[in-house]
C-alpha cells in the first residue's frame, strides 16, 4: 500500500492545489459548528464536479484511506466531522458544486448540485412559482447533499413531509468510484427497488450524493400566521385538531416550544422579543397557507382562535398583520439554535413519538431527567404536528464545566428520554441523524435483525467499510 503523503500528491495532482485544504486552511471543517466535536484529516478536498468526487474516491479505496462525505456542517450529532481513527479521512466537501442545473415547473421540479444551500434552493425555486418545502433554521448554510443524506425535516414536515418525500431522483458516487445516475424525474417507476432509498438518511455510509431532482410544489401566495399561548400541551394538542378538522391540508406549521425556550432566544439573540405582552408556560406558532383568498384564509385562523379561546385552549394570540411581521414571528422559531448555544450546553434529543402521545412523552421524560439532577432545566422545542419533540435538559456554560462527570451525564440523562419516548412507540431520532452522539443508542433500540440487515447493505456497497466509518452503524 502506498503512503498517505503519495495519496495526497495523486489528489492534488487530479483535482487541482486549490482544491486541496491541509494545516489551518483545513482546520475549519474538522469541528461542528457547536464546538463539541473534532477530529483529524489527513486533507480537505473540495471538488467542482462528480467526476472529480469519483476521482477522490478512487484514489482513496485504492489507498486504504476512509471517505467522509460534507456538506455545510451542520449536524447536532457530530455526523459530519472525523470521528478518532486511524488513519485519518480524506474529507470530500461538495460545497463548490453548487448550480442549481434546471427548474421544471410543469413537471414540479428540479435538478440541483449537492453543493447547494439550502435556501438558495428554496430561492430559486420561489423565482419559478414553485416551492421547496423543507425548511430548517440552518437553511442558510446547510446544502442539500446534506439534508437528503440525513433525511431532513424542519418545519413544513406535516404538510409536506420529510426530505424523502421530497427527492425524486439523485446521482451518487459509489464507494467502488463508480457514478450512479438515478436522476430521473418521474413520480411512478415501478422497475425494481428505489435504489434512491439506499441513499437517503444514510449519512453517507453508502456513497457521496452529488446531484438531485427535487420535488416543488405550488408557491403559497396567502399566508395567515399566529403566535398562542396553549393551557398546556394537551390543550395544545387538542387546538391541533381544530385546525386540521377546520384547515386539513391548509395547515403548514404547528411548532411548540416552553418558555423557557423563548426566554433563551429573546435573551441570547439580538432583535428578538416577545410576542405577547403577559410570560406564558408553553407557546404556539401556527400557519394557513393556500394559493385562494388570502382574507378567506385570515378568518379561517381567527375563527379557529375564537373557538379555542371559547373551549379554555389557549389564555392568548396574536396574529400577524403584515408579511414583515409574519418573518419576524418565524425568526423567533429559526433562532433556537443559535440561542440555546450562547447561553449553555443543551443536552439535545430528537425524539418523536405518536401525536396523541407527545404530551405525556413531555410529561414522562421531565419525571425521567428530574430523578437524575432535580430541578434541571428543561428546553422543550418541537414540531407538534408530527411529534417531533426536542427535549433538550439543559446546563450554563459554568454549571457544565464543573461537572467531571460530563460524558457520562450526558450518556444518561439522553438515554433515559429515549427510553421514554421508546416506551410510547416512538424513537430517538426523528430528523437530526444519528451521527456519532446516536451510536450507542442504535445498539441499544435496534433489534439485532434490524442492524444486521442495515450491515449487510452497507458491506454490499463498501466492501472495505470505508464510507464514513464510526456514523449511524455500531
Known sequence: MASHSSLLDQITACIGSNAVLTGPDA????????????GAALCVVLPANTGEVAAVVRLCVAHGVPVLPQGGNTSLCGGAVPATQDPAPVIVNVQRMRAVIKVDPANQSMDVQAGCVLANVQAAAAQQGMLYPISLGAEGSCLIGGTISTNAGGTGVLRYGNTRDNVLGLEVVLPSGEIWNGMTALRKNNTGLDL?????????TMGIITAAVLKLHPLPTQHALAWCAPKDPSAALSLLGLFQASCAARLSAFELMNGLQLDTVVEHVPDRKRPLEAPHEWHLLVELSDTGDGAELDATLQRVLEQAADAGLIDDAVIAN????????????????????????GLTTDCAVPVSATPAFMEQATAA?????????????????DGNVHFIPFFDHAAWAARADRDVLAGTLR????DVAAALGGTFSAEHG?????????RHYKSTTELTLMHAVKAALDVDSLF???????
Open 369 to 385: 431527567v428530574h430523578a437524575i439532577v432535580p430541578e434541571l432545566p428543561i428546553i422543550i422545542v418541537g414540531h407538534l404536528g
Open 322 to 345: 403584515s408579511g414583515a411581521q409574519r418573518a419576524t414571528l418565524w425568526e423567533i422559531r429559526h433562532s433556537v439554535s443559535e440561542a440555546n448555544k450562547k447561553a449553555g450546553v
Open 27 to 38: 482546520q475549519a471543517y474538522l469541528e461542528d459548528w457547536r464546538g463539541r466535536y473534532r
Open 196 to 204: 434512491k432509498h439506499l441513499f437517503i438518511g444514510a449519512e453517507g
Open 434 to 442: 444519528v451521527g456519532q452522539t446516536g451510536l450507542a443508542e442504535m
Open 415 to 418: 438515554h433515559a428520554v429515549n
Open 468 to 474: 464514513n466509518p464510526g456514523r449511524l452503524l455500531p
